[in-house]
């Protein structure tokens, strides 16, 4: 009996080997068994045949019911691991991380809040960066070299030589360049393992809802409310997380917007366009070096946490950093339910 096991699974092995299928190894091991059960059946007992193969046929239905029972746990074991997989917020991809990887993102995977599943997470997850300037240069850098295994970049500028005092993604040779172009070649050349995708086009209220639909993150960099304002409407209508910086001479904000999970909007807060000259832009008022790495890379962290679950996000909070006197504090921020945007629309 033993021989026969030895026999057909050998075949098996072999046919498995010359490149065969799972299912071929199945059906050699099928026939085999068909095989032999016959023989039980249909010989005499004393033929050879008959005692070589077992000499009975209920060891061989004891081994076939031992193999259904060891194959029905692993499928129950398979189907249910599956399943898990995509109940999870950000479906976990099976295959491995490659040693390269392991070793590049080492400092992520010993901490306990991010871990070898956290990177999974990040690996897998897609995540829309709009503008590539002073807040976009830092977010799109840490972004990268993080992992987050897909990145969109959308701007419709060129990298001037102004841009250079704190847009630190570019350099000296860039000026003149698409900053899309300029950013992916960065960083791809920081980070092989992700896919960055450029969109060398202002971010519009017609191409913005279906962009924002192809990721599962978006992190605003701009400086004008016009463009705030449809990102975040895109957002909304999306039902996608919104991480919001903001920059301006020697203070910086950033907070998360996500009413979908009861958080208020960027329209909860500014309903209407401030008047001119209130809100004056980088190019205007001026913004210190530092300021955009400083809520930038705050950007990106929140952007970390919120992909791998880790802490407590900038959820109905606004965080205020003041680069001047070294200060920073927290403000809550609530939702309106009259809210323009996301509420009802009476406000
Ligand atoms: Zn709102």
């Not at 098996?12 to 010359?18: D, E, G, I, T």
């Not at 991380?97 to 997470?121: N, T």
């Not at 924002?212 to 004008?224: P, Q, S």
């Not at 802490?311 to 939702?335: P, V």
Request: proline share 4%.
């Amino acid at each position: 009996m033993f021989l026969t096991v030895f026999l057909v699974g050998g075949a098996a092995f072999a046919v498995r080997r010359m490149g065969g299928s799972v299912g071929a190894q199945g059906a050699i091991v099928g026939i085999g068994l068909i095989f032999v059960m016959l023989a039980q059946l249909a010989l005499p007992d004393g033929n050879p045949l008959r005692v070589a193969t077992g000499g009975s046929v209920w060891s061989w239905v004891t081994l076939l019911g031992i193999g259904v029972v060891i194959f029905s746990y692993f499928w129950l074991l398979k189907t249910l691991r599956s399943r898990a997989a995509n109940t999870l917020p950000h479906a976990v991809k099976s295959n491995k991380m490659s040693d390269a990887e392991l070793e590049r993102y080492a400092r992520h995977i010993v901490l306990r809040e991010v871990g070898g599943q956290g990177q999974r997470k990040l690996r897998n997850a897609r995540v829309l960066v709009v503008g590539a300037g002073g807040l976009g240069s830092p977010v799109l850098q840490y972004l990268a070299a993080a992992g987050v295994g897909t990145v969109g970049v959308i701007d419709d500028d060129i990298v001037s030589a102004s841009n250079l005092q704190r847009q630190v993604l570019f350099d000296e040779n860039d000026v003149g360049t698409a900053k899309v172009f300029a950013a992916q070649m960065k960083l791809k050349a920081l980070n092989p393992f992700v896919d960055v995708l450029p969109y060398n086009r202002k971010f519009t209220a017609e191409n913005g809802t279906d962009l924002v639909g192809e990721f599962d993150l978006i992190l605003d960099g701009t400086d004008t409310f016009a463009t705030r304002a449809v990102v975040n409407k895109a957002c909304v209508e999306a039902t996608k997380p919104l991480i919001s910086g903001a920059i301006g001479q020697w203070e910086g904000q950033v907070t998360v917007f996500d009413p979908a999970r009861g958080d208020p909007c960027y329209a909860c807060l500014f309903p209407t366009e401030p008047a001119d000259g209130l809100a004056p832009s980088c190019a205007e008022a001026g913004v210190v070096g530092a300021l955009p790495g400083i809520i930038g890379s705050m950007m990106a962290s929140e952007a970390i946490k919120e992909i791998v679950g880790a802490g407590k996000s900038l959820r109905s909070e606004m965080l205020i950093f003041d680069a001047l006197y070294g200060e920073s504090r927290k403000i809550n921020i609530e939702r309106r339910v009259d809210c323009k945007v996301c509420g009802d629309g009476n406000g």
